[in-house]
Structure formats: C-alpha cells, structure tokens
RNA sequence: GGACGGGUUCCCGAGUGGCCAAAGGGAGCAGACUGUAAAUCUGCCAGCUCCGCUUUCGGUGGUUCGAAUCCACCCCCGUCCA
C-alpha cells in the first residue's frame, strides 16, 4: 500500500462492486461497527421515487446509519459526475466534522474515481444548448463527419475516441466549443488523491453473480416495480429512466414488449451491466482490496488496521 | 394415411452447387471510459502445429471436379387435409 503524506488526509471507506453482491447491507453492518455513515455512489439512487428498480436500502435496513446522496434529486433531473463530486464532498465534510468515518458505497465506479482521483470538473463545464445543436448535427450530419472534426481540433482525444462512440466525440467537441479548450488539455487529473482511502471490491463467481442478479429481478417484480414505473410514467424522457428496470418497464407500458419480455431484458441488461462495472473497476486506478463476497470476515480487521 | 413447410455453428436467424467456417442479431468473454456512466463505445467468438490444415449445417447413402445447398431413403418438428 502506498502510504505516502497520508496523515494529514481525510481517510475514506470505499465499497464497491457489481450490482446485488451485497454492497449495502454489507456497508451498514460495517457502519455500525466503526461509527461510520454512508454516502451512496450511485446515479439512480439520487433520484427520488425510483425506489424498488434501483434496489435502494429501506429506511428499515438502514437501521439508523445515516445514509447520503439518496434521493436528493427529483426524476426530471439531470444528475451528473460534477453533481456527485462535490455532494459527496460536502457529504465527507458533514461526516468528518460528527467525528464520524465515511463510507462510500455503490455502482457507479466513475462517481468514485473522479472522487477518488480529483477529476478537475470545474474545468470541463457542461452546456446543454451547445450538446443538443451537436447531438442534431451527429443525427444530420453523422459521427464519421464530427469525429473529423474533432481530429483537427483535438486530435489527442480523437485518437482515443471511436468514430462510433457519438456521445464521447459531441463531449469533447462541446468542451472545446465551450472553453476553447481542448479535452485532452482540460481533463488532467491530479496527481494524487486528496483521500487516505481503504478500497474493497466485492466480486463473486460469475455465475452465482449472474443468479443473484436474475433472483433479484424476480423480487422486484414481486415487490411491485410494475407500478412504480407506472407511477413515473411521465418521466419516461428523463435520464432518470434510462435505468435498468424503467427503461423496459416503460417499454412494456406502451405496449411494445410484453412483461415476460420486459422482464428478461431486465435481467439480461442487468447483468451485462454488472460486467461494464466489473470492468471499470479492474481499470480504474486506485489501490483496491478484492473480496469475495460470502467470505467478508477479513474485512473488518483490514478496516481496524486502516482505522488506526 | 395424404399435402405442404421446416430441421444451419451456444440461441435466434440468413444462406439454396464453388466467392461458406457459413450474413445479421443475441448470449458469452475481454477491453475502453474525466458533466447522460444502470449511459456510450471497441475487440474476440468451430478447432489446430493458424498466411495453411482439420471437423461442422438432423441421419445415412448417392450425383458432381466440388454440396449446408441437388437426388433417394430414414428420423424428428410445425401447419393443413382425411
């Protein structure tokens, strides 16, 4: 572990992994143990109402651990990575002042590395104007053409970009066209983390994940995510609803899939995406423990060491 | 019993004499990733001693220089007529 000008820091927890393998509960039980609270990295979990599809903790299981960057945002808003930085920054300071240990837990593992590594956001702002005339553009004009563009403009960026990936090129032409600036000049991280953080991953067997995933699914049909999406219906063009259990659910709704189907999708999605999160995190860089998930005795010594 | 339609690589599904190890999609695996990230995108995907070879397209036999594609019989499946 590399452990260098750390004693000044704010120490962090981080707890991590794909989808269902037990992250909550697991970060509650910790937080009981250490005095600790939890801050949630999670983008859907920020919305309010979307409760059942995105597998939030009841207040029930929170059983009194104070929980942060839950449902804080309504459905028709537009969430992001600069969002998240700087709630969990202001969360981290909440906390630390109680005299209490964060705990960082959740999915989304871009929230946690521009946390975690500094992501310089302030710098690379957002213009929602200047993405929707691009994103008309790559409609009209295609990506192949504004990738062009980009090369001449950014061609560091361009090079790491696919021609196919729209989203990326519209991004990094909005940065220039916005700042002057070039992504690949704007977005440097910072050299070191400004957290003295423990890192655990919890993985499992692919198999046994991908069957907790489908069984997960299956009890959020029963507990009802039918009319939770009905409930939300009217949000059906929000980012929000681009989540994993509303995007099909409303799919069905407009009668284009039947619920059999939505239902599959919901599950096959599911676990493709618990793979982009296995991904990520195995990329992403930062010091990180890998822990099965059914064998999580060892956590809590690492975590007393840590703690000092 | 009769008339058609069909059985293709893990799944769906193109292919109807050579350009076919076989389009396309899905799944799976691996990867990328700095303001939509539960999003977006990329690669691999019969096997091998891998610029060539070997085994695949329900089964068996045949026609042909050559078949997943044509013929015969057989085995399943679907629909229809009795």
Redesign the pocket.
Known sequence: MVQTNNINKQKLLILSGATAVGKSSLAIQIAKQINGEIISA????VYRHLNI???KVTQEEMSGVEHYLIDIVNPDF??????FVSDAEAAINLISAKGKIPIITG?????IN?LLNG????R???SETI?EKL?DRILNEGSQKLHEELKNIDPESAE?I?V?????I??ALE?YYLTGQTKSEV???NPESNYDYLFFVLDDE?AAL?ERINNRVDKMMQQGLEAEVRSLYQYKNC?SM????YKEMVKHIDSEISLEKAVDQIK??S???A???I??L??MQAEKEWVTCNDISKVMPKINIFLG
């Not at 992501?119 to 302030?122: A, G, K, R, T």
């Not at 196919?164 to 990326?168: G, I, L, V, Y």
């Open positions: 999670d983008s859907m979990q599809g995105t597998g537009n969430y992001s990575v600069a969002n999915g989304t593992g871009l929230y521009a992501f310089n956001l302030s690379t702002p957002g993405r994103n790491k696919s196919n990936d729209a989203k990326r519209v991004r940065i977005s440097q991280k692919r991908y980012n681009q989540a994993i259990g096959q999605g676990r493709n995406y793979k982009r999160q991904t990520y195995k990329w």
